[in-house]
């Protein structure tokens, strides 16, 4: 299948029509960016890394019975989606207190959270993606009560498989985020998982191994995305 017209230029990927109406091709590209899109750097190998790994992880979510958006993967840095008309809620699952809930509640980095948490954000960098709830997005007419439902069900079942995935290689797997949309009526996971999007540290050392490398500029970004591809045996080539 071959890319068609570009369609959007996300802050990482950019999503281009196919000549089937059915599917886009997602390309990852090497911008970083933090901040809400207000600093964006380019790192090398970054959308190959985080192409690779995504396929990886949304193979491993699809074997455990999750439907995911992915088709196949076209090249180093492209893959073939679904076509999905997007919920614009980022949904986020944390199992160790980080980033803005730390910021929010005063909690100490690290505090295990038993049972995970989860929580809504509306897409909207202008807005700095701010916390909304349940209420909102149904009134907002952003989803259904049903799509939201489902939209956690499924969270907690990729936390269910991934948090087991990471922990076999020693990563604690501390939070992630995750985009649903709808295709043919059902809420499929789309977008993707990458280190990008998530929270992983080393279990033994909590070395930070995720984009909180770029956003705290700790230095080896891409060098500690590649640590974990390895650790959890995504062939990076
Ligand atoms: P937070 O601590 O900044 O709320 O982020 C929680 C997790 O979700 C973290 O792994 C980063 C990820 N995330 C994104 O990838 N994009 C976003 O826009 C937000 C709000 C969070």
């Known amino acids: 299948m071959q890319r068609q017209h570009l369609l959007y230029k996300g802050k990482a990927k950019s999503v281009y029509e196919t000549d089937d109406e059915d599917f ?3 390309h990852f590209r090497d911008d970083t960016s933090a901040l809400d899109g207000k600093r964006i750097e380019q790192l090398a ?4 890394v985080n192409n690779r790994f995504n396929a990886f992880i949304m193979q491993k979510l699809a074997d455990a019975g999750i439907e995911t958006h992915f088709e196949k993967q076209l090249s180093s840095d492209e893959i073939l989606v679904k076509r999905m008309d997007m919920i614009p809620v980022e949904c986020v699952v944390r199992n160790f207190a980080a980033g803005s809930l730390v910021r929010r509640l005063g909690l100490e980095e690290g505090q295990a959270l038993t049972p995970p948490t989860f ?4 897409k ?7 916390l909304v709830n349940e209420s909102i997005a149904v009134t907002l007419n952003w989803a259904t009560d049903a799509q939201l439902a489902k939209m956690q069900e499924l969270s907690h079942q990729v936390n269910d498989v991934l948090k087991a995935l990471f922990d076999a290689s020693d990563l604690m797997l501390v939070d992630f985020k995750l985009e649903f949309g709808v295709f043919y009526d059902r809420i499929v996971l789309g977008d993707e998982f990458s280190p ?4 992983i540290w080393d279990k033994n050392t909590k070395k ?4 909180d490398r ?4 700790l230095g080896d970004v891409i060098e500690g995305y590649e640590e974990v591809a390895k650790r959890i045996g995504v062939p990076l080539n």
Request: aromatic share 10%.
């Open 119 to 122: 929580e809504l954000f509306y």
């Open 208 to 211: 930070k191994l995720d984009k």
């Open 45 to 48: 190998r970054k959308g190959e």
């Open 124 to 130: 909207d960098d202008a807005l700095g993606d701010p």
């Open 24 to 26: 886009l091709i997602l």
């Open 196 to 199: 990008d999007g998530c929270r």
């Open 214 to 217: 770029f956003r705290q500029s």
